[in-house]
């Protein structure tokens, strides 16, 4: 098992920054990606960008992208979704998801999510 522990949710105003963060624990060496998604209320989960484990390959949805940046500690195997310039869309239950192959979609494991509300 990985569990992946999320934090640095919270309320922010609009034009405001946070940092997520996602920290895997137990055996992370098969880790072939992390990423973040989100879930806004009465919404389906969204896709919000994805960093390659190995080689810090990065990825994000056009909602996102200039705004936002993901990172990884590896030696604390830890991913980090930096978000600047928030707007009130962004609010929503993110949710961190770790897969250990490059399959479309696959995804191996989910952490239990953090609120980010952002205020008008």
């Known amino acids: 098992q990985v569990p992946l522990v999320e934090s640095g949710g919270g309320l922010v105003q609009a034009g405001g920054s946070l940092r997520l963060s996602c920290t895997a624990s137990?055996?992370?060496?098969?880790?072939?990606?992390m990423g973040w998604f989100r879930q806004a209320p009465g919404k389906e989960r969204e896709f919000v960008a994805r960093i390659r484990w190995t080689d810090s390959n990065t990825y994000y949805a056009d909602s996102v992208k200039g705004r936002f940046t993901i990172s990884r500690d590896y030696a604390r195997n830890t991913m980090y979704l930096q978000m600047n310039s928030l707007k009130p869309e962004d609010t929503a239950v993110y949710y961190c998801?770790?897969?250990?192959?490059?399959?479309?979609?696959?995804?191996?494991?989910w952490g239990q999510g953090t609120q980010v509300t952002v205020s008008s």
């Open positions: 998801a770790a897969s250990n192959t490059a399959a479309p979609g696959n995804i191996d494991y």
């Open positions: 137990g055996r992370t060496f098969n880790t072939y990606l």
